[in-house]
């Protein structure tokens, strides 16, 4: 096993170094370092034109764009949303002094099943948080009809969801308000950093203020934030990388086919397709083991894939209902298929650094377990 390529989970792409040095070099000239300086404002716009969108917030990271864009709306009381993300979803609605209501999710999109969002319904509930876990598209269309129903406000956690598009819409431009993570970790980054999309030009103004510490101008405070502010350094980052950014979902896509190719019609794994009207991303390659068909279990897969140094993750168990931050804080959530897929779920290496040979790797490891060649 000496000798083996080690294979994380994800691995940033990054632009060739001469290219982005060019791009910070007039920095030392202007000496505007952060602050919504030109490139803050020049990524701005661009992604308004790629990302189908009214208006763009760019944000430090997507948490505090979430948390922010939650506490911009104003919500109280009680939020629906799902358990079966990053923490940070949950973590954002309990800072920001709200309680979450967990809803179970949909089998086949693992987003939240907007059948089971109704009965969560009580006269406390503001608003509903759904994610596009994996970059899987939730169902948009129910989600905004049930919420126009019953007066909520819907704000999309699109962390994974970047430049995916539905029905030929921009992503961003559903619900009241999406957020975007632009981590190191993403399809498209800008080290750290995020954005809060929407067509709410008062939503917009307030996130600009309430990103630098509510400041209106220099006499004038009058909403309560942090400093969430992206710099100059993470806008090039993006402004360079948005250059590159079909290459990069090219080189996901032949990687996200291999894996399917290979696992697909293997009893007991279970992956997900595209789905219909969705212009895909190939951020995440999520592989639910169901053992009882497979024979063996995710666990048993991911410490094979260990002992070869590939580092699959368990993205995302627990469910953050049971993490030990929310220990009796919160009613009992209802949530079978979550909690059965939290249980199952593997979280395959992805990114565009991934060759074929290193998924043929992956994919001759996991099958040799119940000895299927596929
Ligand atoms: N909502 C959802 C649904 C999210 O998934 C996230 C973030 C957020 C909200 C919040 O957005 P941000 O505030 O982060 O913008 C990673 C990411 O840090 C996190 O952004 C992401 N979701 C989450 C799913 O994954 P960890 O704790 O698993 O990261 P870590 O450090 O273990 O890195 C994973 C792998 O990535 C490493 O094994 C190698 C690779 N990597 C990592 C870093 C830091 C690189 O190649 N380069 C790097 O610089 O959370």
């Known amino acids: 096993m000496e000798n083996e390529k080690k294979i994380l989970v994800a691995r940033s792409s990054l632009p060739e170094f001469e290219e982005y040095v060019e791009m910070i070099r007039p920095l030392w000239d202007s000496v505007w ?19 189908q969108v009214p208006y763009v917030s760019l944000f430090t990271n997507g948490h505090l764009a979430l948390e922010l864009c939650i506490q911009a709306m104003g919500l109280t009381g009680e939020v629906i949303t799902t358990p079966f993300t990053f923490v940070s979803t949950t973590q954002a609605i309990v800072r920001s002094g709200l309680t ?10 693992y987003t939240i099943d907007p059948d089971r969002i109704e009965a969560l319904i009580t006269e406390k509930t503001s608003a509903i948080i759904p ?3 994996y970059g899987n598209v939730c169902d948009v269309e129910k989600i905004d009809a049930i919420a126009k129903k019953h007066g909520l406000k819907v704000i999309y956690d699109a962390a994974h969801a970047f430049g995916v598009t539905y029905k030929g819409k921009g992503i961003g431009s559903f619900g009241d308000a999406s957020m975007f993570s632009f981590h190191a970790t993403k399809v498209f980054h800008t080290i750290e950093g995020g954005a809060v999309t929407t067509a709410s030009k008062e939503l917009v103004s307030d996130l600009y203020k309430r990103r630098d510490f509510g400041i209106k101008d220099e006499e004038v405070v009058d909403v309560i934030g942090p400093n969430a502010k ?22 996901r896509e032949i990687a996200v086919n291999r894996y399917r190719e290979r696992l697909r019609n293997t009893k007991g794994l279970i992956i997900s397709e595209t789905q219909k009207d969705v212009s895909p991303n190939y951020a995440y390659f999520p592989l639910v083991v169901d053992e009882n068909k497979f024979g063996h279990t995710r666990d048993e897969i991911k410490d094979l894939l260990a002992e070869h140094e590939i580092y699959a993750r368990k993205y995302f168990y627990p469910l953050t209902n049971k993490m030990d931050c929310y220990q009796g804080r919160f009613k009992n959530a209802d949530v079978p298929v979550a909690a059965w897929t939290a249980d199952r779920v593997l979280t395959l290496p992805m990114s565009a650094s991934l060759t074929v040979s290193d998924v043929d790797r992956i994919c001759d490891l996991i099958l040799s377990l119940n000895g299927s060649k596929s």
């Open 131 to 133: 994610v596009h876990v």
């Open 33 to 51: 370092l952060t602050n919504m300086g030109e490139n803050h404002e020049k990524l701005t716009e661009e992604l308004v034109k790629y990302l």
């Open 100 to 109: 979450p209501v967990f809803a179970d999710i949909d089998p086949k999109t």
């Open 230 to 251: 992206m710099n100059e350094f993470q806008a090039v980052m993006g402004l360079c990388n948005l250059k590159h950014l079909q290459e990069e979902l090219r080189k």
